[in-house]
């Protein structure tokens, strides 16, 4: 998850070496390609389990609308407010978006060791928007007064379908069906609903090579192969935690800002950025185990049969120890 978390983070920058494209044309090449790439690997296993998919399809349809809709809000909101804080409204809400859904639809309480890391998290991406959205270099390219509060609400709206496919996912992948298969018909359904905004809004994508360059890293890395890994996490954490650990995006969003696109971030910057790490640490941290009932976990295996076996404490399920 933290890899896949890395691999988001260099979206932003890697967009800024496309300035004639859109960001609607980014989001749905981005997302698309990625998506349709995923259904393609799953194939195989989407078919064997296409009757349980057909039986949850209310998941798939809302985890697929969220898929489409999050790369369209995600790019725009750093187009209109930068990278640095787009990434961070976008990324640092979702946290909060996603143990709200749990505890609202799943009825799942808000762990201790959870609120404590979600709380350095959010306030280190607090402090991380304040710290660039007050620095007079890091103003928004477009200039104008209502840019940055538009970014902003696309951020949020960002965050909330990030943490809506990702609980979808989560619970489609708890009832038995191996994470390829869902990946690859969540992403797949979301990357043909962005086919048609990529008609409208695609063209300046083909006019350079550079352009083609950008796009094609975007969806072969950080969507094809970070949402691979994305996948993989989702089968042994819960939603919420998933989503909190993806505030490492964040950090990394924010130092390419500053190493590759020349923005600067003052000392409070990096004060967000460690109290992120902060919050990695305390969600990472292995857990001790209860002696009287060992963490015991179900996971998938590759032919889609559960199989019991030990988990360690940082990926235990919920019910059996704090995350």
């Known amino acids: 998850m933290l890899t896949a978390s890395v691999l988001w983070g260099t979206t932003g920058t890697a967009a800024t070496?496309?300035?004639?494209?859109?960001?609607?044309?980014?989001?749905?090449?981005?997302?698309?390609?990625?998506?349709?790439?995923?259904?393609?690997?799953a194939a195989q296993p989407m078919m064997a389990f296409g009757a349980a998919l057909r039986s949850h399809w209310r998941s798939v349809a809302l985890g697929s609308l969220a898929?489409?809709?999050?790369p369209l809000a995600f790019y725009s909101s750093m187009h209109l407010a930068g990278v640095a804080v787009g990434t961070v409204v976008s990324i640092g809400s979702?946290?909060?978006?996603?143990?709200?859904?749990?505890?609202?639809?799943?009825?799942?309480?808000?762990?201790?060791?959870?609120?404590?890391?979600?709380?350095?998290?959010v306030t280190g991406a607090v402090l991380l928007c304040i710290a660039d959205a007050g620095h007079a270099d890091a103003a928004p390219a477009s200039g104008t007064g209502w840019s940055t509060p538009a970014g902003i609400g696309l951020g949020l709206m960002a965050g909330l379908t990030y943490a809506l496919y990702s609980w979808a996912a989560h619970r489609l992948i708890s009832t038995g069906v191996p994470s390829r298969a869902v990946m690859g018909t969540v992403f797949g359904t979301g990357g043909l609903l962005l086919m048609p905004?990529?008609?409208?809004?695609?063209?300046?994508?083909?006019?350079?090579?550079?352009?083609?360059?950008?796009g094609a890293y975007m969806a072969l890395v950080p969507m094809?192969?970070?949402?691979?890994?994305?996948?993989?996490?989702?089968?042994?954490?819960?939603a919420s935690t998933a989503t909190t650990l993806s505030l490492s995006e964040t950090v990394v969003a924010a130092v390419l800002a500053v190493v590759v696109v020349g923005e600067r971030l003052p000392a409070l910057g990096w004060a967000?950025?460690?109290?992120?790490?902060?919050?990695?640490?305390?969600?990472?941290?292995?857990?001790?185990?209860?002696?009287?009932?060992?963490?015991?976990?179900?996971?998938?295996?590759?032919?889609?049969?559960?199989?019991?076996?030990?988990?360690?404490a940082s990926v235990a399920a919920p019910s059996a120890t704090p995350e």
């Open 224 to 238: 094809f192969a970070g949402y691979v890994l994305f996948g993989w996490g989702l089968a042994r954490i819960r």
């Open 17 to 41: 070496f496309a300035p004639d494209v859109s960001p609607l044309a980014i989001g749905a090449a981005a997302m698309g390609f990625g998506g349709l790439l995923q259904a393609a690997i």
């Open 272 to 312: 967000g950025a460690a109290m992120i790490a902060g919050s990695l640490f305390v969600l990472t941290l292995p857990a001790p185990r209860s002696r009287a009932q060992p963490a015991v976990a179900t996971e998938v295996t590759h032919d889609g049969g559960p199989t019991s076996q030990p988990q360690p």
């Open 67 to 70: 898929v489409a809709t999050y």
């Open 197 to 214: 905004v990529l008609v409208a809004t695609g063209a300046p994508l083909v006019a350079s090579w550079q352009n083609l360059a950008v």
């Open 94 to 121: 979702a946290p909060l978006a996603s143990a709200v859904i749990e505890r609202i639809v799943d009825k799942r309480p808000f762990t201790g060791r959870w609120i404590a890391g979600a709380v350095l998290g």
